[in-house]
């Protein structure tokens, strides 16, 4: 199986602070990783993925993210954030390839943005 | 494409009562999910589906029922409904082929059982 972790459950920053959260998962094979967006009453979006190759992987609207294999985690990345960015963040992993079946989610991190 | 689509957006039901859940996929998706939503616990597993014809339970199965007799149709049913099923329901599909294949949501459906 796979568990997913999210620490940072609600940040509040200010408009143009930088952003990190935090994603770890504990399955130690092949992963895929992806950080999927959910703004206020709209369904997920995926934001950026990782599937082999550089581990700094950029995606939509500035954000990026780092695989570290030895530390299991994936860690979500912005330089400077917007109020558009308000939204609740969630890390997913699916074990590749044999089950590539399941998606595991963490738990969520809600992100407000203050102007 | 419409991508994944849901009904109803919202429905209120008694204790006790069923209903069905529908999502259809137009995108030729093998892989269909069904996810709950709750507050603060991010999405938890019900089903899920990796063709036609076959389904699998997830993480939080009790209390439901799917069937997948199409490619585009992944219909739950909940058919004793209780207070425990309130929650935001997400339908998702996904293609399996090489690289990481993301999944695609639908808008959701927000359950009440009262």
């Known amino acids: ?115 | 494409n419409a991508g994944v689509t849901q009904t109803p957006k919202f429905r209120i039901l008694k204790i006790g009562q069923s209903m069905t859940l529908q999502c259809t996929q137009d995108m030729n998706h093998n892989y269909m999910y069904w996810y709950r939503q709750d507050p603060g616990m991010g999405l938890k597993l019900i089903y899920y589906s990796v063709g036609a014809g076959i389904t699998d339970k997830g993480e939080v199965p009790n209390g439901y029922n799917v069937s997948r007799s199409t490619t585009e149709d992944f219909p739950l049913r909940l058919e004793l409904a209780a207070p425990s099923q309130t929650s935001v329901y997400f339908c998702a599909s996904s293609y399996k082929g090489v690289g990481a294949y993301e999944q695609y949501f639908g808008p959701g459906t927000r359950l009440t059982v009262t």
């Open chain 1, 1 to 115: 199986a796979q568990s997913v972790s999210q620490h940072n459950h609600h940040v509040i920053l200010s408009e143009a602070a930088s952003l990190e959260l935090g994603c770890n998962y504990s399955y130690g094979g092949t992963v895929n990783l992806f950080w999927y967006v959910q703004y206020p009453g709209q369904h997920l979006q995926l934001l950026l993925k990782y599937f082999s190759g550089d581990p700094l992987v950029k995606g939509i609207k500035g954000f990026e993210a780092e695989f570290i294999k030895s530390k299991f985690s994936f860690n979500l990345r912005k330089p400077s954030v917007q109020w558009s960015d308000t939204a609740e963040y969630f890390c997913a992993v699916n074990n590749a390839p044999n089950t590539g079946n399941q998606f595991y989610f963490g738990t969520g991190t809600s992100l407000t943005v203050i102007p």
